[in-house]
Protein backbone atom coordinates (compact mmCIF):
# COMPACT_ATOMS: atom_id res chain seq x y z
CA UNK A 1 0.00 0.00 0.00
CA UNK A 2 1.20 3.67 -0.53
CA UNK A 3 1.16 5.34 3.08
CA UNK A 4 -0.43 8.89 2.92
CA UNK A 5 0.54 11.40 6.05
CA UNK A 6 -1.12 14.65 6.36
CA UNK A 7 -0.01 17.44 8.26
CA UNK A 8 -0.96 19.24 10.23
CA UNK A 9 -4.24 17.37 11.82
CA UNK A 10 -5.95 20.09 13.03
CA UNK A 11 -5.49 24.10 12.05
CA UNK A 12 -7.25 27.25 13.51
CA UNK A 13 -6.94 29.86 11.01
CA UNK A 14 -9.09 33.37 10.61
CA UNK A 15 -11.35 34.64 8.01
CA UNK A 16 -8.76 35.91 5.15
CA UNK A 17 -6.24 34.10 6.05
CA UNK A 18 -3.86 31.97 3.60
CA UNK A 19 -3.06 27.83 4.83
CA UNK A 20 -1.39 25.57 3.26
CA UNK A 21 -2.11 21.82 4.07
CA UNK A 22 0.81 19.15 3.13
CA UNK A 23 0.59 15.60 2.19
CA UNK A 24 3.56 13.30 1.82
CA UNK A 25 3.14 9.85 0.01
CA UNK A 26 5.68 6.85 1.39
CA UNK A 27 6.99 6.48 -2.49
CA UNK A 28 6.37 8.52 -5.70
CA UNK A 29 2.98 9.17 -7.17
CA UNK A 30 4.15 11.46 -9.90
CA UNK A 31 0.80 13.64 -10.03
CA UNK A 32 -1.78 11.21 -9.33
CA UNK A 33 -2.90 13.27 -6.36
CA UNK A 34 -6.49 14.58 -5.62
CA UNK A 35 -7.53 16.82 -2.51
CA UNK A 36 -11.47 16.45 -1.24
CA UNK A 37 -13.25 18.47 1.41
CA UNK A 38 -15.54 17.17 3.49
CA UNK A 39 -17.82 18.72 5.83
CA UNK A 40 -20.15 16.83 9.11
CA UNK A 41 -22.19 14.49 8.05
CA UNK A 42 -22.15 14.83 4.13
CA UNK A 43 -19.56 13.43 1.45
CA UNK A 44 -16.35 14.19 0.12
CA UNK A 45 -16.43 16.64 -2.43
CA UNK A 46 -13.18 16.72 -5.21
CA UNK A 47 -11.89 19.94 -4.84
CA UNK A 48 -8.35 19.11 -6.88
CA UNK A 49 -7.06 16.43 -9.07
CA UNK A 50 -4.01 15.59 -10.73
CA UNK A 51 -2.46 17.31 -7.77
CA UNK A 52 -2.98 20.68 -9.28
CA UNK A 53 -6.02 21.08 -11.62
CA UNK A 54 -8.76 23.13 -9.98
CA UNK A 55 -12.67 20.60 -10.49
CA UNK A 56 -14.78 22.46 -12.31
CA UNK A 57 -17.09 24.62 -9.91
CA UNK A 58 -14.62 24.66 -7.04
CA UNK A 59 -13.81 28.50 -6.37
CA UNK A 60 -9.65 29.61 -7.54
CA UNK A 61 -9.23 30.38 -3.58
CA UNK A 62 -8.19 26.58 -3.63
CA UNK A 63 -5.26 25.38 -5.21
CA UNK A 64 -2.83 22.13 -5.88
CA UNK A 65 0.95 22.06 -5.49
CA UNK A 66 4.05 18.97 -5.76
CA UNK A 67 4.60 16.21 -7.46
CA UNK A 68 6.54 12.81 -6.34
CA UNK A 69 6.16 12.57 -2.75
CA UNK A 70 5.35 16.07 -1.56
CA UNK A 71 2.24 17.86 -1.81
CA UNK A 72 0.00 21.10 -1.09
CA UNK A 73 -3.36 22.36 -0.54
CA UNK A 74 -3.51 25.89 -0.07
CA UNK A 75 -6.66 28.37 0.68
CA UNK A 76 -6.64 31.72 0.36
CA UNK A 77 -8.88 34.69 1.56
CA UNK A 78 -10.34 31.88 4.17
CA UNK A 79 -14.35 32.03 4.28
CA UNK A 80 -15.92 30.84 7.44
CA UNK A 81 -17.59 27.90 4.82
CA UNK A 82 -14.38 26.58 4.64
CA UNK A 83 -14.43 24.94 7.77
CA UNK A 84 -13.97 21.46 6.93
CA UNK A 85 -12.17 18.18 6.76
CA UNK A 86 -9.61 18.01 4.19
CA UNK A 87 -7.81 14.64 2.68
CA UNK A 88 -5.56 13.82 -0.02
CA UNK A 89 -5.82 10.58 -1.83
CA UNK A 90 -3.57 9.21 -4.29
CA UNK A 91 -4.32 7.65 -7.21
CA UNK A 92 -1.10 5.87 -8.95
CA UNK A 93 -2.14 2.46 -7.53
CA UNK A 94 -5.11 1.34 -5.64
CA UNK A 95 -6.56 4.58 -3.46
CA UNK A 96 -5.71 5.34 -0.18
CA UNK A 97 -6.51 8.51 2.26
CA UNK A 98 -4.67 10.68 4.16
CA UNK A 99 -6.07 10.82 7.85
CA UNK A 100 -7.11 14.44 7.54
CA UNK A 101 -6.81 17.79 8.70
CA UNK A 102 -9.58 19.32 9.93
CA UNK A 103 -9.81 23.08 9.48
CA UNK A 104 -11.24 25.30 12.42
CA UNK A 105 -12.42 29.01 11.26
CA UNK A 106 -11.94 31.05 14.39
CA UNK B 1 -27.78 15.24 -13.65
CA UNK B 2 -25.49 13.13 -11.14
CA UNK B 3 -27.47 10.92 -8.98
CA UNK B 4 -25.97 8.15 -6.46
CA UNK B 5 -28.13 6.37 -3.52
CA UNK B 6 -26.85 3.87 -1.10
CA UNK B 7 -29.76 1.88 1.00
CA UNK B 8 -29.73 -1.44 2.64
CA UNK B 9 -29.66 -2.45 6.25
CA UNK B 10 -28.43 -0.03 9.13
CA UNK B 11 -28.00 -2.34 11.80
CA UNK B 12 -26.09 -5.95 10.97
CA UNK B 13 -25.01 -8.90 13.70
CA UNK B 14 -21.42 -9.77 14.10
CA UNK B 15 -20.53 -12.78 11.75
CA UNK B 16 -23.18 -12.26 9.17
CA UNK B 17 -23.15 -10.46 6.14
CA UNK B 18 -23.69 -6.60 4.88
CA UNK B 19 -25.47 -5.96 1.81
CA UNK B 20 -25.39 -2.76 0.04
CA UNK B 21 -27.15 -1.49 -2.86
CA UNK B 22 -25.94 1.70 -4.52
CA UNK B 23 -28.79 3.00 -7.45
CA UNK B 24 -27.16 5.52 -9.57
CA UNK B 25 -28.31 7.77 -12.75
CA UNK B 26 -26.49 9.83 -15.09
CA UNK B 27 -25.14 10.01 -18.58
CA UNK B 28 -22.96 7.36 -20.39
CA UNK B 29 -23.52 5.27 -17.40
CA UNK B 30 -21.06 2.36 -18.98
CA UNK B 31 -18.62 4.64 -19.57
CA UNK B 32 -18.00 5.22 -15.47
CA UNK B 33 -16.89 2.41 -12.68
CA UNK B 34 -18.41 2.52 -9.27
CA UNK B 35 -16.75 1.95 -5.59
CA UNK B 36 -17.41 1.49 -2.39
CA UNK B 37 -15.38 3.47 0.08
CA UNK B 38 -16.06 3.75 3.88
CA UNK B 39 -15.77 5.84 6.72
CA UNK B 40 -15.92 4.51 10.84
CA UNK B 41 -17.31 7.31 12.89
CA UNK B 42 -14.60 10.25 13.43
CA UNK B 43 -11.80 8.68 11.38
CA UNK B 44 -10.47 8.39 7.55
CA UNK B 45 -11.68 6.92 4.22
CA UNK B 46 -10.77 3.66 2.95
CA UNK B 47 -11.61 2.54 -0.41
CA UNK B 48 -13.33 -1.03 -0.44
CA UNK B 49 -13.14 -2.41 -4.50
CA UNK B 50 -15.10 -1.38 -7.77
CA UNK B 51 -16.93 -3.09 -10.33
CA UNK B 52 -17.20 -1.10 -13.94
CA UNK B 53 -20.77 -1.64 -16.09
CA UNK B 54 -18.67 -4.31 -17.93
CA UNK B 55 -17.90 -6.49 -14.65
CA UNK B 56 -14.55 -5.69 -14.33
CA UNK B 57 -14.08 -5.45 -10.49
CA UNK B 58 -10.72 -5.02 -8.17
CA UNK B 59 -10.25 -4.90 -4.43
CA UNK B 60 -8.25 -3.58 -1.36
CA UNK B 61 -5.97 -6.05 -0.71
CA UNK B 62 -6.67 -6.07 2.90
CA UNK B 63 -10.34 -7.17 2.18
CA UNK B 64 -10.17 -9.13 -0.19
CA UNK B 65 -11.14 -11.79 1.13
CA UNK B 66 -14.75 -10.89 2.44
CA UNK B 67 -15.75 -8.47 -0.83
CA UNK B 68 -17.82 -8.69 -3.42
CA UNK B 69 -19.29 -6.12 -5.70
CA UNK B 70 -21.65 -6.99 -8.68
CA UNK B 71 -23.82 -5.02 -10.66
CA UNK B 72 -27.31 -5.47 -11.87
CA UNK B 73 -27.01 -3.19 -15.48
CA UNK B 74 -31.11 -3.52 -15.88
CA UNK B 75 -31.72 -1.86 -12.65
CA UNK B 76 -28.44 0.15 -12.60
CA UNK B 77 -27.78 -0.82 -8.90
CA UNK B 78 -24.49 -1.76 -8.06
CA UNK B 79 -24.13 -4.32 -4.77
CA UNK B 80 -21.77 -4.59 -2.06
CA UNK B 81 -21.22 -7.66 -0.19
CA UNK B 82 -18.89 -7.94 2.91
CA UNK B 83 -19.19 -11.58 4.62
CA UNK B 84 -18.44 -12.37 8.53
CA UNK B 85 -18.35 -8.85 9.83
CA UNK B 86 -17.22 -7.06 13.39
CA UNK B 87 -17.44 -4.27 15.12
CA UNK B 88 -14.79 -2.48 13.39
CA UNK B 89 -16.63 -2.91 9.57
CA UNK B 90 -19.07 -0.19 11.95
CA UNK B 91 -19.12 2.52 9.19
CA UNK B 92 -20.83 4.97 6.86
CA UNK B 93 -20.43 3.29 3.51
CA UNK B 94 -20.31 5.22 0.44
CA UNK B 95 -20.71 4.43 -3.33
CA UNK B 96 -18.73 6.94 -5.48
CA UNK B 97 -18.32 7.43 -9.38
CA UNK B 98 -15.01 7.31 -11.20
CA UNK B 99 -13.58 6.92 -15.16
CA UNK B 100 -10.33 5.05 -15.75
CA UNK B 101 -8.66 6.60 -12.53
CA UNK B 102 -9.44 6.26 -9.20
CA UNK B 103 -10.51 9.94 -8.98
CA UNK B 104 -13.96 10.05 -7.03
CA UNK B 105 -15.99 12.63 -8.99
CA UNK B 106 -19.71 12.14 -7.29
CA UNK B 107 -20.27 10.15 -4.04
CA UNK B 108 -23.95 9.12 -2.66
CA UNK B 109 -25.04 10.75 0.86
CA UNK B 110 -23.81 8.07 1.91
CA UNK B 111 -25.37 5.35 4.58
CA UNK B 112 -24.42 4.39 8.32
CA UNK B 113 -23.96 0.81 9.06
CA UNK B 114 -23.42 -0.86 12.80
CA UNK B 115 -22.32 -4.03 13.92
CA UNK B 116 -23.69 -5.22 16.94
CA UNK B 117 -26.03 -7.76 18.24
Known amino acids: ?3 MTQSPSTLSAS ?3 RVTITCRASQSISSWLAWYQQKPGKAP ?3 IYEASNLESGVTSRFSGSGSGTEFGLTISSLQ ?5 TYYCQQYKSFPTFGQGTRLEIK | QVQLQESGPGLVKPSETLSLTCTVSYDSINSYHLSWLRQPPGKGLEWIGYMSYSGSTNYN ?5 RVTVSVDTSKNHFSLRLTSVTAADSAVYYCARHSGTY ?3 HWGQGTLVTVSS
Do not use: E, M, R, T
Not at chain 1, 80 to 84: L, Q, T, V
Not at chain 2, 61 to 65: F, T
Open chain 1, 1 to 3: DIQ
Open chain 1, 15 to 17: VGD
Open chain 1, 45 to 47: NLL
Open chain 1, 80 to 84: PNDSA
Open chain 2, 61 to 65: PSLKS
Open chain 2, 103 to 105: LFD
